[in-house]
């Protein structure tokens, strides 16, 4: 018997369209963001899913919501924090640009997309992979033993070690990554 996966990102959210670090700060979705999440939504509608899961963030909360629109038999949505956004630290709520302008273009970029260097009073790529890993090692025991088809509703840099795990990445692939805000990956869990 095979189980379901399905992750997807959050649609765009106001920080997101303006260039702002956002981390662990709740912002809302734009226009845009609600439309990419219903066209996740239209996109799932012919799937099952049993249970999903978010954040306690509105953006992932707003993006499941849409989704589970077409989805009457999901009886359980839970929240797991492991596998919420990186925490950017001091950087959050601050623009690109003004973080560009204080400590140049290479630190910005250390900051931004290395996987092991932490921004100030933050956590690497490396650190957001240790708990997702714990959230997959927990999730894969539920789809085996409960049978389940689950949803997802993730953030850029969270779904970055979900899809090393799945699709098997070496970490320069991973942080290569772009996580679409208007599509979603699936992936299959043999169950016996």
């Not at 009073?121 to 999730?139: H, P």
Request: charged fraction near 35%; proline fraction near 2%; aromatic fraction near 12%.
């Amino acid at each position: 018997m095979r189980c379901y996966i399905y992750i997807f990102r959050h649609g765009q959210t106001f920080y997101n369209r303006d260039h702002v670090f956002t981390g662990w700060k709740d912002s809302k979705l734009t226009k845009l963001g609600i439309q990419q999440a219903k066209k996740i939504g239209e996109k799932l509608k012919n799937k099952k899913i049993d249970v999903a899961y978010q954040t306690h963030l509105s953006r992932s909360k707003d993006t499941l919501k849409e989704i589970l629109k077409f989805h009457s038999e999901c009886k359980k949505i839970v929240n797991d924090d492991r596998m919420i956004e990186r925490c950017y630290g001091s950087l959050q709520g601050k623009y690109h640009k003004e973080v560009i302008g204080k400590y140049g273009r290479e630190q910005f970029d250390l900051w931004h997309r290395s996987y092991n260097i932490s921004p100030p009073k933050g956590e690497s790529v490396e650190m957001v992979e240790k708990r997702v890993k714990s959230f997959i090692k927990d999730l894969l025991k539920k789809i085996k033993k409960e049978k389940v088809n689950v949803a997802i509703s993730a953030h850029g840099n969270s779904m970055r070690p979900f899809r090393r795990y799945f699709e098997k990445l070496s970490v320069k692939q991973m942080m290569k990554l772009e996580n679409p805000w208007d599509d979603y990956f699936e992936y299959v869990v043999n169950v016996k």
